[in-house]
């Protein structure tokens, strides 16, 4: 059984010492580079979560001299490879997402058209954005043999193409949705004079409910 006492964010740690010692900033730096946009609250916790982990004995601490300064560089001990094992043996909790753009369009009727179309353009520019970043990703890790972890090389082309398709998938429902407001004179009215509409997009929607055919 995994560790009751560790969250996701320990393992992503642990996950990441597997490979080879890092120090507290470098742990920082990777969740910056795309881990941030699978586990939000890494980011938050990444220079904690590693003192956690040492008062448990799953990693050591050295201390390395960098110019003036000290750094505190972590290592995975065999206790640390041996909870991320079990961890990885143990079913997942279902996917979670934190998305502020989508509750703003929840709640679009409170404010104007032009808020509404100003957010689906920044959630889908944003999305772009982050696209391109797996997409530059990919090339680093295709150029480079895999890049820092090139024994996870297979894993990360999975990661990738998923975090590539999640935020197309955002471009593309942004720019949908685009085109359907572009006639709604406020974000109220559509609620009954667009009832046959709503009627229609939900249909698509509710074919994926157990039981449910095609209309």
């Keep these: 059984m995994a560790r009751d006492d560790l969250n996701t964010t320990s393992y992503v740690i642990l996950g990441l010492l597997v490979s080879r010692d890092w120090s507290a900033y470098e742990i920082a730096e990777h969740f910056a580079k795309g881990i941030g946009e699978l586990w939000p609250r890494a980011d938050r916790q990444s220079y904690n979560a590693p003192k956690k982990l040492l008062d448990l004995g799953l990693v050591t601490s050295t201390n390395q001299a960098v ?83 090139p024994e996870r090389e297979h894993l990360m082309a999975l990661a990738n193409n998923f975090m590539i398709g999640h935020f197309t998938h955002i471009v593309e429902w942004a720019e949908w949705a685009l085109t359907e407001i572009e006639e709604w004179p406020d974000t109220v009215a559509p609620a009954t004079s667009s009832h046959e509409r709503n009627r229609e997009i939900l249909a698509k929607s509710a074919v994926y409910a157990p039981g449910t055919s095609t209309p």
Excluded: C, K
Excluded at 114 to 136: E, W
């Design 67 to 149: 110019g003036a300064r000290n750094r505190t560089v972590y290592s995975i001990t065999t206790e640390g490879r041996d909870a991320l094992v079990s961890w990885l043996s143990t079913g997942s909790r279902p996917s979670a997402l934190e998305f502020e753009g989508m509750i703003r369009v929840l709640v679009a009727e409170q404010g104007s058209i032009d808020d509404l179309r100003n957010n689906l353009l920044t959630m889908r520019d944003q999305a772009a954005s982050s696209r391109s970043l797996f997409g530059i990703h990919a090339n680093t890790i295709r150029e480079t043999d895999g890049g820092t972890f």
